[in-house]
Nanobody
Framework: QSELVESGGGLVQPGGSLRLSCAAP????????IGWFRQAPGKERDGVAC????????DYPGSVKGRFTIHRDSAKHMIYLQMDNLKPEDTGVYYC??????????????????WGQGTQVTVSS
């Protein structure tokens, strides 16, 4: 049973916005690196955003930089991915992930320890 639960996916038109949420009950998010990943049909799981446990470092691939924003609410044990100006190529299943690591780094590669079940995002007119 997954310890992370994503929500907020759905169908959106190109240019629209979605906010994905990831519940991480009883996890002290200040001690985990956090990642969001996307997997399109027939493709590998790619990182789209990450946040260090300190909160002082984020990273995004060029394909989403300036459109996606990762943030967390440690008090609520929640992780978010704000996605703006969505494009059809953003379609896929989105996963949140945690890596038990304290520090000012995070990763866009799938080196994380804990994964959610994913939420589908479809960008289409």
């Amino acid at each position: 049973q997954s310890e992370l639960v994503e929500s907020g996916g759905g169908l959106v038109q190109p240019g629209g916005s979605l906010r994905l949420s990831c519940a991480a009950p009883e996890r002290s998010l200040d001690y985990y690196a956090i990642g969001w990943f996307r997997q399109a049909p027939g493709k590998e799981r790619d990182g789209v955003a990450c946040l260090s446990s300190t909160g002082g470092y984020t990273d995004y691939p060029g394909s989403v930089k300036g459109r996606f924003t990762i943030h967390r609410d440690s008090a609520k044990h929640m992780i978010y991915l704000q996605m703006d100006n969505l494009k059809p190529e953003d379609t896929g299943v989105y996963y949140c992930a945690l890596k038990d690591q304290y520090g000012n780094s995070c990763y866009l590669s799938p080196v994380y320890d804990i994964w959610g079940q994913g939420t589908q995002v479809t960008v289409s007119s």
